[in-house]
């Protein structure tokens, strides 16, 4: 899978100079940047139909400044509407869900499916000073839709930072909230279960794109 991997990538490269420019020019649709929202920019492909639920952003002190991991994009060239970040009531216009053309090894229960961006989605004004180099080091994930009923999220690791564990737990659930109620209006917990994560710059096989990962199983479909 590799090596078929590999020599895919090199016949990309070829093609359209690069995987990011095969990205959005391609599999994304997003070349042009002045297109408006109602031009049926294809959205959500591959993901489940559900409606997006209003939510309050969560934001925080901006520490200094730290590079966009994806180009600017406006709505009808009006820069002024540009998110700074990503979140859960993000319009769709800034946000697409696929499935991954290259899926990890995992069961053939499970769906592998990548939300791209055109935003940050990890950005200072959701990710607390205090636990910025942490969420530097982990990124963001979690679990939704668990057999137990219940939300799993990162717990605060006592070797990492010196801050107060109630703290530094509120605050990691501050910089996870968007992404997490993203999963959710997008595969409901009713339906199905998933893993989530976000990896952080260094660790971005596509650094210039803004993306995150989602694994998901229904509920009713057998284990295998």
């Known amino acids: 899978m590799q090596i078929r991997y590999d020599t895919w990538i090199e016949g990309i490269k070829a093609q ?3 995987i990011v420019n095969y990205l959005v020019n391609i599999r994304l649709g997003w070349q042009d940047r002045s297109v408006s929202p109602s031009d ?3 959205i959500n492909e591959g993901a489940p139909d559900q409606k997006y639920i209003t939510t309050d952003a ?3 002190p901006t520490p200094p400044p730290t590079r966009p991991f994806t180009p600017s994009y406006s709505i009808n060239g009006d820069e002024s509407s ?3 970040y990503f979140t859960s009531t993000l319009p769709s216009f800034y946000v697409k869900i696929l499935p991954n053309d290259w899926p990890y090894s995992i069961p053939l229960a499970v769906k592998h499916f990548v939300f791209w961006s055109k935003v940050p989605i990890i950005h200072p004004g959701l990710v607390h000073p205090k636990i910025w180099e942490q969420v530097g080091i982990d990124g963001l994930w979690g679990f939704t839709g668990s057999p137990e009923g219940r939300t799993r999220t990162p717990r605060p690791n006592k070797n990492k930072t010196d801050l107060d564990p109630e703290e530094e737990e509120s605050l990691l659930k501050i910089a996870h909230h968007e992404v997490e109620l993203f999963v959710k209006n997008n ?3 009713d339906e199905w279960e998933t893993a989530w994560f976000v990896n952080p710059p260094r660790l971005q096989s596509i650094p210039g794109l803004a993306h995150g ?3 998901a199983r ?4 057998p284990t295998v």
């Not at 229904?218 to 479909?221: C, F, S």
């Open 213 to 215: 990962h989602v694994f």
């Open 82 to 84: 540009i998110p700074k």
């Open 16 to 18: 359209h100079g690069s």
């Open 58 to 60: 969560c934001p925080l």
């Open 218 to 221: 229904r509920k009713d479909t």
């Open 187 to 189: 595969w409901n917990e």
């Open 40 to 42: 049926g920019l294809p």
